[in-house]
């Protein structure tokens, strides 16, 4: 067995790279294209069977247990804050506020909504 150099063993690295590369993207269109298919014909079975989304089990819930799936279309309301870095938190969004938002409110003294 002959010893390789270490820039041979470097090119088929990046050789074998390269191929993992293709392949990879070869699966993914692959994989999109069988979806396609798919759908299409459970769309074409939904159809056929008149199926409703409720026998489905389509529900507008998660399947994760505690996280709910907001209705199409649904956004938070609420005064839009932007950030130093430029990122943006609408008021009335679930969860904390960002910090940058919660340091700059402290800061300018907002009056309390009970007062």
Do not use: C, F, N
Request: no cysteine.
């Amino acid at each position: 067995m002959a010893t390789l150099s270490l820039a041979e063993i470097d090119a088929q690295i990046k050789e074998h790279e390269g191929q993992i590369a293709q392949l990879q993207a070869t699966a993914a269109k692959q994989r999109e294209e069988e979806i396609g298919r798919v759908v299409q014909e459970l769309r074409r079975k939904i159809a056929e069977y008149r199926i409703s989304a409720k026998e489905l089990g389509l529900t507008g819930k998660s399947s994760v247990p505690g996280r709910r799936i907001a209705p199409a279309g649904a956004t938070p309301t609420g005064p839009t804050y932007t950030g130093p870095k430029g990122e943006k938190w609408v008021g009335g969004s679930r969860g904390r506020k960002p910090r940058w938002l919660a340091e700059q409110l402290a800061k300018v003294k907002v009056p309390s909504e009970s007062t």
